[in-house]
């Protein structure tokens, strides 16, 4: 969908009221089409003072991708890098780049700014679908089913996920690495919309919580994010994430993570690195991230 006209003509998902914030997944990946593959969305909340949910960051520089792409091909890979952590009060605007449309894939660039200033570099590949072997190495790990667990509150930057968490014999610090989520509000059949929900969900928790040392390590600010999507999924059903550190070192952290849905066909791949570094105390003894 193309619209050379104002930003406020055409809206991509459904209308949040002017001023208003997003109170669902649905309502975040929805987008103003500003004209020239411009995007914009709404601020993600009216007074919180964090930085932007890089989940919801990378799933709405998808959906801007997404909309400038031919019909019938699917979102495959992504890959991102967090450059400043952004202003939650403020809009964001998505300018995409159209770096190839071949027979069979698209690439996309799109780059995220507030103010002038980037805070995301994003690049996207799509494919036509077509047939081809179907293989899983790692089948998913044994695990209570959603419903005979109970749901557990979360952030409100995490709009409407229902998340359970599963019992899991290997300690864990702050936070889970294996979690039952789905988004409750529905999204529309849209193959591709159904992917961005998917990457929303994505960037929750960390496996480096598993990690050695990670006690005496302050926050862990993503540096950058990666997804693979290998079979098509709907969020709105439960999905499992499984997350694993895989290394540290030179004040950085690695984790990966798989994604299947409640039928244990795997869906997606994700890899992540974050800052990890020992926290430094200050001359007040306190100790500062």
Excluded at 7 to 35: F, M, N, Q, R, W
Excluded at 60 to 68: D, F, G, I, N, P
């Amino acid at each position: 969908m193309r619209n050379n006209g104002r930003a406020s003509d055409i809206v991509v998902g459904p209308a949040i009221a002017p001023g208003g914030v997003a109170a669902t997944v649905a309502e975040a990946l929805s987008l103003v089409d500003a004209g020239d593959d411009v995007f914009v969305a709404a601020p993600a909340s009216a007074d919180d003072p964090r930085g932007l949910y890089g989940g919801r960051l990378t799933a709405q520089a998808l959906r801007a991708a997404a909309l400038t792409i031919p019909d019938g091909r699917l979102a495959h890979s992504l890959h991102c890098y967090f450059l400043v952590p952004g202003d939650a009060t403020k809009p964001i605007t998505f300018t995409v780049s159209r770096e190839r449309d071949g027979g069979r894939y698209s690439v996309r660039r799109v780059v995220a700014h507030q103010d002038g200033v980037d805070i995301l570099h994003l690049a996207a590949s799509f494919q036509r679908d077509q047939p081809g072997a179907d293989y899983q190495a790692e089948d998913m790990p044994a695990t209570e089913p959603p419903h005979a667990l109970t749901p557990v509150p979360q952030d409100p930057r995490m709009l409407d996920l229902d998340v359970r968490v599963p019992h899991d014999g290997d300690l864990y610090h702050r936070w889970p690495t294996r979690l039952w989520i789905r988004i409750t509000e529905p999204l529309a059949d849209d193959p591709n919309l159904r992917i961005c929900g998917l990457v929303f969900i994505s960037d929750m928790c960390t496996g480096l919580s598993k990690a050695p040392m990670v006690k005496q390590v302050g926050i862990l600010p993503s540096i950058d994010h990666s997804v693979w999507v290998h079979r098509p999924g709907d969020p709105n059903r439960w999905m499992l994430m499984d997350l694993a550190p895989e290394s540290t070192s030179s004040g950085r952290g690695l984790y990966t993570g798989r994604i299947y849905d409640e039928g244990q066909v795997l869906l997606a791949n994700l890899a992540q690195e974050s800052l990890f570094r020992k926290r430094v105390s200050s001359h007040n003894g306190h100790p500062r991230p």
